[in-house]
């Protein structure tokens, strides 16, 4: 499955929900809580072990987020991949 998650606010809801092997994207507001050093750092690490997590370049220079903010496990793609993502994988889920 994969889960588009654009609200910061969606995320907890979101973590309760996937499976390993699921792809999580953040985008816009909700990349702010890929910063290390925030509430959900424990959870996302662990989620990133099983599932593939990442965040959108654009989203990150938009917030004037640097790459190495970021938990570690989560991972920077591009509009490309996105698609590539939605491409293989048979569902989808966005959380607004």
């Known amino acids: ?3 588009l998650i654009f609200q910061s606010s969606e995320v ?3 973590l309760e929900r996937i499976e390993a ?3 999580v ?3 816009g507001s909700s990349i702010l809580r890929l910063i290390k050093r925030g509430s959900m750092t424990k959870v996302l690490k662990q989620s990133a ?3 593939y997590l990442c965040a959108l370049s654009d989203d990150l220079a938009l917030f004037g987020i640097d790459r190495g ?3 570690d496990g989560v991972r920077v793609i591009e509009y490309t991949e ?3 993502l939605a491409v293989t994988h048979q569902q989808s889920l966005s959380w607004c």
């Open 12 to 14: 907890d809801v979101v």
């Open 82 to 84: 996105w698609v590539e």
């Open 25 to 27: 994207v953040f985008i």
């Open 21 to 23: 092997g699921d792809a």
């Open 69 to 71: 903010d970021l938990i």
């Open 49 to 51: 072990k099983s599932c």
């Open 1 to 3: 499955m994969l889960h």
